[in-house]
C-alpha cells in the first residue's frame, strides 16, 4: 500500500470504529487514537519528505502511486505530494486532533457526531494527497456534504437557516467546479485526468481557457470566501460547534485557495494572465470588507469569521500575484490562518459554553474570572493582528513583500489597499480584547465561572505551541513552500 493512502485508510478504520464502539469512553478512545495516528503520521510525512529533498530529489510530487479506477474515462486513484500538500496535511492534522479534545464534552448524539465529523476529515485529506482532478472532486465532496448535519443537527443560533445557505452556496460552486473541470479534461484532449500531465502536455486551447478558468476559480473561490460568494461562511461559523468551526475555518477553507492555485492557475495559466485581475480585484475588497464588517460586529463568533474572510481573501490575493514570494506568503497565510483561527474558535466555544452567550456588549472582566482562556485570547488576537514572532506577522509580510515586487501601478495600488487591513484588524482586535477581558465584571453570574479543563487546556496549548513556533521559526516551512510553489508559478510567467 502507498505511504499517503494511509491518510485515507486511518479515518477509515476511524469510522469503523467508532460504528462498533459502545459507550464514550470508547468512542473517545477512537477518536484520540485516531487522530493521533495521524498527527504523528503527518509529522513522519514531513520529515520524509525533507529528507527526500535533501537527498536530491527533483520529482514534482513524491510518494506517488497510481491505480486504474475506470478507463474508459481515465479516472485514477493518482496521489503525491510536495511541499504545499506536506503543509496542508500537517495542518489539518493539528486541527483534527486538537478539535477532537475541543468536542471531549459534546451531547448528544455523540457517536454520530463523531462519524460525520471523520468522514469529513478524510475528505479532507483525500483533497490534499490527490493528483487526480475526478479523485480530487470526489473528497471535495465528501469533504462538503457532513457540514449540513454537523451545522445543522449539533449547531446553535439559526443553525437550519445557517446549514441550508452553506450547503447550497457551496454546492453551486461545485457545479461550476464541476464544469470546469470537465472543461479541463476534454480541452486537455481528453485522454488524462492527472494534474502533473495535462500541466506537461500543456495543449488547452486559451479560448477554451477563459471559459474554464473562470469557471474553475470561482467554483474553488466560493469556498474561500471570495467576495460576493462570502455571504455562507460567517452564519455557517456563527452556527457550528466548536470543533466543526475550528476543521471548517482552520481547514475547509484552504481547499478553496489550493485548488484555485493547483488546477485554475497550474492548468490554465494564460487565462490567469488575461483574467486574473477580476478575481485580483474581488479579492481586494474580500480583504477589506471583511475586516471592516468584523469591526460593527457584536458576536464572537461573527466577528472571528469575517475577520476569516479578510485572511482567507488575502490568500488569494496573494496567489493572483502570480511570483513566488507572494505564492509562498499564501501557503503560509492558509497555514498561520487555519492555526489561529482554530484557537480563536476554540477560545469562543469555551467562553461561550461557561457564559452562554457570544455577545461582546454582555462580557467584561474574565481576565478575573478565567485568566487561562483570557491570556490564550490575548494571544490569538495578536497573532491575528500580525504581532511579530507569531505567524501572522510572517505570512501577511511574505504577502505583502512579493505583491509589491509587481512595480505596475495597478498591482502596488491594489497592495497599498490591501496593507489597510493590518490596520483595521488591529483596531477591531484591541478593542475587542480591551471590552470582553479587562475592567471590570458586570454580570454577578460570570464571578462564579470555572477556567479551562484539562482537556481544554490541552487542546489550546497545543494550537498556540504551533502559533508561535511558526511564528518563531518559518524559514525551513517557507523553503519546503517555496520550492513547491516554483513550478506552478513559473507556468504563469507570460
Keep these: ?90 495542518l489539518s492534522a493539528v486541527i483534527v486532533f486538537t478539535g477532537t479534545f475541543a468536542s471531549w464534552k459534546l451531547q448528544p448524539l455523540t457517536k454520530e457526531y463523531f462519524l460525520w465529523f471523520t468522514l469529513l476529515s478524510m475528505g479532507v485529506f483525500g483533497f490534499f494527497i490527490s493528483i487526480d482532478l475526478f479523485t480530487m472532486f470526489m473528497f471535495y465532496e465528501i469533504a462538503l456534504i457532513p457540514m449540513y448535519l454537523l451545522i445543522g443537527v449539533w449547531g446553535s443560533g439559526r443553525k437550519e437557516y445557517a446549514a441550508m445557505k452553506l450547503t447550497l452556496m457551496l454546492m453551486g460552486g461545485s457545479a461550476f467546479l464541476l464544469i470546469g473541470i470537465l472543461g479541463i479534461f476534454f480541452g486537455a484532449g481528453g485522454t488524462t485526468m492527472n494534474i502533473l500531465e495535462i500541466a506537461r502536455l500543456h495543449n488547452i486551447p486559451f479560448a477554451q481557457q477563459c471559459i474554464w478558468f473562470p469557471l474553475t476559480f470561482l467554483g474553488f473561490g466560493v469556498l474561500g470566501a471570495l467576495f460576493p460568494f462570502h455571504t455562507w461562511s460567517p452564519d455557517g461559523h456563527a452556527s457550528a460547534p466548536t470543533a466543526v468551526s475550528m476543521l471548517h475555518a482552520g481547514v475547509l ?53 469575517y475577520s476569516s474572510v479578510s485572511h482567507c481573501g488575502l490568500v488569494l490575493f496573494a496567489l493572483l500575484m502570480m511570483n513566488q514570494t507572494a505564492a509562498t506568503g499564501a501557503v503560509l497565510q492558509m497555514l498561520s490562518h487555519g492555526l489561529m483561527t482554530a484557537l480563536f474558535f476554540a477560545l469562543i466555544g469555551m467562553i461561550y459554553g461557561r457564559t452562554h452567550t457570544r455577545d461582546v456588549r454582555e462580557l467584561s472582566g474574565l481576565m478575573k474570572v478565567m485568566p487561562f482562556l483570557s491570556v490564550c485570547y490575548v494571544i490569538a488576537g495578536l497573532a491575528n493582528l500580525g504581532l511579530p514572532g507569531l505567524s501572522g506577522f510572517v505570512a501577511e509580510m511574505t504577502i505583502f513583500v512579493g505583491s509589491f515586487q509587481n512595480f505596475d501601478v495597478f498591482h502596488r495600488t491594489l497592495t497599498i489597499i490591501a496593507c489597510s487591513s493590518i490596520v483595521i484588524t488591529a483596531v477591531y482586535i484591541l478593542r475587542l480584547v480591551g471590552k470582553i477581558l479587562y475592567g471590570t465584571c458586570t454580570n454577578k453570574h460570570h464571578l462564579a465561572l470555572a477556567d479551562a479543563t484539562w482537556d481544554e487546556r490541552f487542546a489550546v496549548i497545543c494550537l498556540i505551541i504551533c502559533v508561535a513556533g511558526l511564528g518563531m521559526a518559518p524559514f525551513w516551512v517557507s523553503h519546503m513552500i517555496g520550492e513547491s510553489v516554483l513550478p506552478v508559478v513559473s507556468n504563469l510567467i507570460p
Design 1 to 90: 500500500m502507498n505511504f499517503l493512502s494511509l491518510f485515507v485508510l486511518i479515518p477509515l478504520l476511524m469510522l469503523g470504529g467508532l460504528y462498533l464502539a459502545k459507550g464514550i469512553k470508547a468512542i473517545r478512545g477512537v477518536m484520540v487514537a485516531g487522530s493521533t495516528a495521524l498527527l504523528i503520521l503527518s509529522i513522519v510525512l514531513t520529515f520524509l519528505y525533507l529528507g527526500e529533498r535533501q537527498a536530491g530529489a527533483t520529482a514534482e510530487m513524491l510518494f506517488r502511486a497510481d491505480t486504474v479506477w475506470y478507463a474508459p474515462l481515465h479516472i485514477s486513484y493518482s496521489v503525491g505530494v510536495d511541499g504545499i500538500s506536506v503543509a496542508m496535511l500537517l
Design 253 to 305: 477553507m484552504k481547499l478553496g485557495g489550493y485548488g484555485c492555485f493547483r488546477i485554475a492557475m497550474y492548468l490554465m495559466p494564460e487565462a490567469a494572465n488575461e483574467l486574473g485581475w477580476i478575481f485580483l480585484i474581488l479579492t481586494g475588497i474580500s480583504v477589506v470588507y471583511g475586516a471592516f464588517s468584523a469591526c460593527v460586529q457584536t458576536d464572537l463568533k461573527y466577528i472571528n469569521a
